[in-house]
């Protein structure tokens, strides 16, 4: 298949390396790199995006420590294959200890799942949308321990019906992060009835196959989900202060 041609277009917005991190994100998703490919050097992304070597470099950092790509030493940086492990238990150490990416992963999270609801609802079946809905009445009636697979579990059922294989590789790939993110934060809480009700919005949207009322839901749930990770990181930093 014939890739298509992608014009990069000079970064003015700030913050820089989000704003970067996401033009990236268009580019990886724009069918101008497969899975597998590298990536142009960062002379070129440097000249075509019109920043400095060191942002290139920040924004290549946060997509590898979320799976996206994978750096090879004198060989250049490439689009992981979806078959790509998990994230090393070090990123999810650094989630509990707040260090400072975990801001810049936060960020690009929404820019994931977000396209994923979109896609979700224009391309989703009668039949997903049957087993999604079995995923949300479990989670409905889990215990907490039981909460965070079934999380987990119908967010990547979302991917699986965005029908697009790089996302879906994706968060496969970033698991790991969900995983200590959403334990977290149900244990913060004591109780899971918040979730679901994101959850339940979301499954309502995506039932409906309205794209814009998918995306406004999913938007709703990784903000909340945001503010309370985020909360809890400030938290720990006050404790050990």
């Known amino acids: 298949m014939e890739k298509s041609q992608f ?7 700030k913050p820089l390396v989000v704003e970067l991190t996401r033009r990236l994100l268009d ?64 990123i999810e150490w650094g989630l509990l200890l707040g260090e400072n990416r975990v801001q ?39 215990t907490i321990d039981d909460f965070v697979e079934l999380d987990i579990n119908f967010h990547m059922k979302i991917a699986q019906m965005s029908k697009n294989t790089v996302f879906i590789g994706i968060l496969s790939s970033i698991q790991s992060l969900l995983r200590t993110w959403i334990k977290l934060v149900i244990e913060d809480a004591g109780e899971t009835q918040f979730s679901y009700n994101d959850h339940y919005n979301i499954y309502q949207a995506l039932s409906h196959k309205d794209s814009n009322e998918s995306v406004k839901a999913m938007e709703s749930h990784v903000e909340d989900a945001t503010d309370r990770i985020l909360k809890i990181i400030k938290e720990k930093k006050e404790m050990d202060a």
């Open 7 to 13: 014009e990069f277009k000079p970064i003015q917005k």
């Open 27 to 90: 580019y990886i998703f724009s069918g101008s790199i497969q899975p597998g490919d590298r990536l142009p050097a960062e002379r070129q992304l440097q000249d075509a995006l019109g920043v400095g070597r060191s942002a290139i470099r920040e924004a290549i950092k946060v997509l590898t420590v979320l799976g996206i790509l994978e750096v090879k030493q004198g060989d250049g940086t490439y689009l992981k294959r979806a078959d790509s492990g998990l994230l090393l238990e070090s």
């Open 104 to 142: 810049d992963i936060i960020e690009v999270r929404k820019e994931i799942e977000v396209p994923i609801a979109r896609l979700a609802a224009e391309r989703c079946t009668d039949n997903e949308l049957e087993e999604l809905k079995v995923i949300l009445d479990k989670l409905k009636v889990s």
